[in-house]
């Protein structure tokens, strides 16, 4: 393994966020949820860059670290309003934290063909309202077996002696399916009863940084339907693979919508 570049100068530690997005809409919201954000945001010092790990970048065969110094605005929807399309989150890249990154760890790769997606600018805009922290994103090697996740966000934790706070922005329950239909129709503050049994376990699991107990939601009450598919489901588990015995858990934010997704939010310090 290769040393660290002489420049990686130790800062306090960072700490860890899980953001459940939900909707890109949130972006343009004040609401409950971006409320939370800004006030997340707001307590902690400006870290020296943020690293993203978003359900919206999926690769195979690789995991790569965004390295350009202007990563752009990904509008990775369609069918929402014109103003949405059109937002700009124009922070800067980090391509020296990138690049240390994928010098300490050998399973990652630089490449300036991604840059913040959905999953990143639509919670940082409300995080970092000012843009002025550099931001990169780690893609999802989705070839992957969910333990190899947890393997290699513990390969991050250097980072967070270095300044960069790490991101996983996702949702614990995520089911589209399920949710459109009250997407439509405007219900939004609910959730079905296996939406609400999923994340309940999947809390008590975090509270006790139960991240490998986590691998197991097929098994869970709800699970399938929770989590048809593991996108949105792996952010949690970087973020919570970085929590360290010494370090606690705090609920940030927590809330049903649409009856199938969960925008339980938490932080590890």
């Given at each position: 393994?290769?040393?660290?570049?002489?420049?990686?100068?130790?800062?306090?530690?960072?700490?860890?966020?899980?953001?459940?997005?939900?909707?890109?809409?949130?972006?343009?919201?004040?609401?409950?949820?971006?409320?939370?954000?800004?006030?997340?945001?707001?307590?902690?010092?400006?870290?020296q860059a943020v690293l993203v790990v978003s359900a919206h970048w999926l690769t195979r065969g690789g995991s790569f670290v965004q390295a350009s110094s202007n990563p752009e605005t990904i509008h990775d929807f369609g069918g929402?309003?014109?103003?949405?399309?059109?937002?700009?989150?124009?922070?800067?890249?980090?391509?020296?934290?990138?690049?240390?990154?994928?010098?300490?760890?050998?399973?990652?790769?630089?490449?300036?063909?991604?840059?913040?997606?959905?999953?990143?600018?639509?919670?940082?805009?409300?995080?970092?309202?000012?843009?002025?922290?550099?931001?990169?994103?780690?893609?999802?090697?989705?070839?992957?077996?969910?333990?190899?996740?947890?393997?290699?966000?513990?390969?991050?934790?250097?980072?967070?002696?270095?300044?960069?706070?790490?991101?996983?922005?996702?949702?614990?329950?995520?089911?589209?399916?399920?949710?459109?239909?009250?997407?439509?129709?405007?219900?939004?503050?609910?959730?079905?009863?296996?939406?609400?049994?999923?994340?309940?376990?999947?809390?008590?699991?975090?509270?006790?940084?139960?991240?490998?107990?986590?691998?197991?939601?097929?098994?869970?009450?709800?699970?399938?339907?929770?989590?048809?598919?593991?996108?949105?489901?792996?952010?949690?588990?970087?973020?919570?693979?970085?929590?360290?015995?010494?370090?606690?858990?705090?609920?940030?934010?927590?809330?049903?919508?649409?009856?199938?997704?969960?925008?339980?939010?938490?932080?590890?310090?």
């Open positions: 393994m290769s040393i660290l570049p002489i420049e990686l100068r130790s800062s306090d530690r960072q700490p860890v966020w899980f953001i459940g997005h939900g909707s890109p809409m949130n972006a343009l919201m004040d609401n409950p949820f971006t409320q939370s954000l800004n006030q997340l945001g707001a307590s902690i010092a400006p870290p929402f309003p014109r103003e949405l399309h059109q937002f700009q989150y124009p922070s800067l890249g980090s391509p020296f934290f990138a690049s240390a990154l994928a010098d300490q760890v050998q399973a990652i790769e630089p490449t300036t063909e991604w840059g913040l997606d959905h999953g990143a600018w639509t919670v940082l805009c409300h995080l970092f309202p000012q843009h002025n922290i550099p931001c990169f994103e780690l893609s999802i090697d989705y070839s992957r077996p969910l333990a190899y996740h947890i393997s290699l966000a513990r390969e991050l934790q250097f980072l967070r002696e270095k300044g960069v706070l790490i991101l996983g922005s996702g949702n614990i329950v995520h089911n589209l399916q399920a949710s459109i239909p009250n997407l439509s129709s405007g219900q939004e503050n609910f959730g079905y009863d296996w939406a609400k049994e999923f994340d309940v376990w999947s809390a008590e699991l975090i509270a006790d940084k139960n991240v490998e107990g986590l691998l197991d939601y097929e098994r869970a009450p709800g699970g399938r339907y929770a989590v048809p598919t593991p996108d949105h489901y792996i952010p949690l588990l970087y973020s919570l693979a970085l929590a360290r015995k010494d370090e606690q858990v705090y609920t940030t934010y927590e809330q049903l919508v649409y009856g199938g997704i969960s925008m339980r939010c938490f932080e590890v310090r």
